[in-house]
């Protein structure tokens, strides 16, 4: 678990000393992500093997030290995580755009790598809202760099509402100290547990949700996503789209379920009802849009609450399915960013109606088929199956209302995907029947779409055993009992 912690600020400050040298800036922080991505495989292994993973910083021991939690989700999403990393530092060699060919653009892609590990593997608050913040610098000056009246604007956008969700944040965790002495989750679990939510305890899980939400792009706090994502290059529009609203969803799911569960309570049905109106007006606002990243970025939001919802219903089943739609949505996501990012720089624009001929870039054509496929739920890809569980749970929760707007976004969604792939690669491009010309480096970009494609195809061939595992994950959320024993030693 360490190495997760360490090997990121250290490949940033590798790339800092080759400030000048950028193809030696490349190289190593593509070495760097990939000594990432053999850290995460190698927790998730221990993980598999010896169960819930617990790092006590300093050998102070939990609720009074900072602890490092790894259960089998966190470790997974770590390994995703990285994954991603790899792709868009690949992608980022053959990206044309001044953002990513700015020297600055690797040590900070290696600081947002660090906050999302340090937020998926904490089991304090405290420490979370650190991260948070780590994940908030990095990006937002990810944002910015390049310049340009859109890029400043949408920057400022993001940054701006995200603090609100900071302050949100920092309130919630002072009002649970003050109530409960601690910030550990694990701790705060057997406190709430053992005296109940009152009034005020209530109040500052009420702001912690409220934060989280925002940091998903749930209705109705989504407005900076589709404000802001569109004006990134395509390499740092795949790594924002992968990890940032997953990382909120991972808070919400360890806020709901391991710390204060919802099951019973009445937040869950609002919950509920956040999570359909996510996956409604994402896909409605998916649906109107005519240029690439910006249907892209709505369909950020649509998907999320495909994972709410499974977090809602709170069974084990749901939260096996919001586990397995976690994976799924990080591979797929960033495929797509990259995909449509390689179309409209050879087809010169954004805009669907002004693209075309792209079907004779075989490679390009074919990542983008299987991250659209996916991504709208045609079997045997991933998505159809990440779909099927959301499915699965709300029929065994007798969810009968979710279970039509799931299905009914889910057409919708397939709607957006057709009308890309007609647009963009079906219809004769500007110069005829003939795919516009390729960019030097454009290699690179394709075959990190590639790489990520073949992630969700060898999702949906292992669903099998994917899924079993995402079963005995989400049993392990709904008793809390492993992870609660591994940070507190078996404490009442």
Same mark, same amino acid.
């Given at each position: 678990m360490t190495g997760l912690l360490i090997i990121p600020p250290l490949t940033a400050l590798l790339a800092l000393l080759c400030w000048r040298r950028p193809a030696l800036q490349a190289w190593s922080g593509l070495a760097g992500t990939v000594a990432l991505a053999m850290?995460?495989?190698?927790?998730?292994?221990?993980?598999?093997? &010896?169960?819930?993973?617990?790092?006590? /910083?300093?050998?102070?021991?939990? =609720?009074?030290?900072?602890?490092?939690?790894?259960? @089998?989700?966190?470790?997974?999403?770590? /390994?995703?995580?990285?994954?991603?990393?790899?792709?868009? /530092?690949?992608?980022? +060699?053959?990206?044309?755009?001044?953002?990513a060919k700015h020297p600055a653009w690797q040590p900070l892609v290696q600081l947002l790598l660090w906050g999302v590990c340090g937020a998926f593997t904490t089991g304090d608050l405290f420490n979370l809202f650190v991260w948070f913040e780590v994940m908030l610098m990095a990006s937002f000056t990810l944002l910015a760099l390049g310049g340009g009246r859109e890029r400043l604007e949408g920057a400022v956008k993001y940054v701006a509402i995200n603090l609100v969700g900071s302050a949100l944040f920092l309130s919630g965790c002072g009002i649970l100290y003050g109530l409960c002495g601690t910030l550990n989750m694990a701790d705060l679990a057997r406190v709430i547990a053992a005296a109940g939510t009152g009034p005020g305890i209530q109040a500052?899980?009420?702001?912690?949700?409220?934060?989280?939400?925002?940091?998903?792009?749930?209705? @109705?706090?989504?407005?900076?996503? @589709?404000? %802001?994502?569109?004006?990134? %290059? =395509?390499a740092t529009a795949a790594l924002f789209s992968a990890l940032l609203t997953k990382v909120g969803v991972y808070a919400v799911l360890r806020l709901t379920v391991t710390i204060a569960p919802l099951n019973g309570t009445p937040l869950a049905p609002v919950l509920g009802v956040v999570a359909l109106a996510t996956m409604a007006v994402g896909v409605l606002g998916a649906a109107t849009q005519m240029e690439l990243r910006r249907i892209l970025a709505f369909h950020i939001v649509s998907q999320v609450g495909y994972m709410l919802l499974g977090i809602a219903m709170g069974s084990a089943l749901a939260l096996a399915a919001t586990a397995f739609y976690l994976i799924h949505h990080i591979l797929v996501k960033s495929a797509l960013f990259l995909a449509v990012g390689v179309a409209a720089a050879r087809g010169g624009g954004e805009d669907v109606r002004g693209l075309g001929g792209l079907r004779h870039a075989p490679w390009l054509y074919a990542g983008f088929l299987v991250g659209a496929a996916s991504l709208a739920?045609?079997? @045997?890809?991933? &998505?159809?199956?990440?779909?099927?569980a959301v499915v699965r749970a709300a029929v065994e929760a007798q969810a009968f209302v979710a279970l039509a707007v799931a299905l009914g976004v889910g057409f919708l969604t397939l709607y957006s995907m057709i009308k890309i792939h007609r647009e963009v690669f079906a219809k004769p491009g500007r110069d005829g029947d003939a795919a516009p010309a390729p960019r030097p480096g454009d290699r690179w970009s394709v075959g990190a779409v590639l790489l990520l494609a073949a992630g969700t195809v060898a999702i949906g061939v292992l669903a099998g055993p994917l899924w079993?595992?995402?079963?005995?994950?989400?049993?392990?959320?709904?008793?809390? +009992? =492993?992870?609660?024993?591994?940070?507190?030693?078996g404490a009442p």
């Open positions: 850290a995460a495989v190698g927790l998730l292994v221990a993980v598999n093997h &010896g169960g819930v993973q617990v790092l006590h /910083v300093g050998g102070w021991i939990a =609720p009074q030290g900072i602890a490092l939690v790894a259960d @089998p989700l966190a470790a997974a999403l770590c /390994v995703v995580a990285a994954v991603v990393g790899i792709a868009a /530092v690949l992608a980022a +060699r053959a990206d044309h755009d001044d953002q500052a899980l009420g702001c912690l949700l409220a934060a989280f939400l925002l940091k998903s792009a749930a209705f @109705p706090l989504f407005a900076w996503l @589709p404000a %802001s994502y569109h004006t990134a %290059s =395509p739920g045609i079997p @045997p890809l991933s &998505g159809f199956f990440a779909k099927l079993a595992w995402c079963l005995e994950t989400g049993a392990g959320l709904v008793e809390r +009992r =492993p992870y609660l024993d591994a940070v507190l030693g």
